[in-house]
């Protein structure tokens, strides 16, 4: 893989990710671009224990724009974008309408006594699976999985050594149910500052298993135990298995693991990102085989901190789905919105017999 990285009119930075070595990209960013936005505002919830991010430019962000208007094709003689080059693999950058970035601007100390502020550090991009419009990631061949994955575990690193980030999440969000703004195919990856509700609640748990049995990884029992029966199992290889979690919340939903309990991407060897490809594919197209149309998602990898619990944390990847029948979708309503308390309307046993026949 050739990795070259430019800056973009406005000072943001691009980075592709090749497949061929002989590959030049020193097309300039030719736009007039104002600068970009500063940091977002965090205000702390004592209620909840939680940070809120304020990021209110990004209501003026760019939505669901026609293709001969998007911002992630190349770029043309008679069209500007965001990638300059006329082609490409796979190609990341900071997005331009970050909700966390290292263009901190001084914040007040707090709202009240009990809400504090802090400028929302960290950073936000954008990746970019392929240059083709109208691609999905489950129409891509096995090396450019392997293309995107290794550029995930380059951003996980380089994000992660950040000064303040505490977690690097990458995700692709599929779908116009789903909330996307562009078509594209293209996913993100958000370093926080801070540690996430769910990465606590994960973390709280593993914590307490490792020291109810010695140290034991909470995670990857779990998942032993989910080989052990293969009732819920979707597919699986010598490097990963794909099954469907006994108390799943959404009416399809996932979890691809390394059988090798690893903090993150950057951990994964040569042969598990290789493996990981063909069975992820696997699953995607039975995702879109379940109503023989494109299905709405979200891919989330789930890794561990990058400065603490790391012996705690399994990575894994959470893909799941709000559509529940051919014309029906899974709204979080007043129990899951109001409560947090998810009610499934499919049993995961019916969901694996529904995926494995797809």
Known sequence: MRRTALTLADGRELIYFDERDDVVRDQPDRRELPPPPPASQLRYDPLTDEWVALAVHRQTRTFLPPADQCPLCPSTADRLSEIPAPDYAVAVFENRFPAFSERVVEEPAEITPFTPVRPGLGRCEVVCFSDDHHASFAGLPPHRVRTVLDALADRTEVLGGLAGVEQV?????????????????????????????RTRSLLAAARRHAERTGGRNLYADVLA??????????????????????????????????????????????????????????????????FDSPMPYIAAWHQAPVRIDREL???????????????KLKYLAGSESGMGVFINDIAPERAVALLRAA
Not at 169 to 197: D, K
Not at 253 to 266: L, W, Y
Not at 276 to 287: A, V
């Open 313 to 327: 944390g399994h990575l894994h990847l959470q893909l799941f789905s709000i559509r529940r029948a051919a014309d």
């Open 225 to 290: 135990a989910e080989r052990a029966t293969g009732d819920r199992v979707v597919a699986t290889n010598e490097h990963w298995t794909a099954y469907v979690p006994a108390a799943a919340r959404w009416p399809f939903e996932v979890h691809v693991a390394p059988h090798r309990a690893v903090p993150d991407i950057p951990a994964l060897t040569a042969a598990e990102r290789d493996a990981f490809g063909p069975l992820y594919l696997d699953l995607l197209r039975r995702f879109d085989g379940l």
């Open 169 to 197: 999440f990458c995700f692709e969000n599929r779908g116009v149910e789903i909330g996307v703004t562009l078509h594209h195919p293209h996913g993100q990856i958000y370093a926080y500052p801070f540690l996430p509700p």
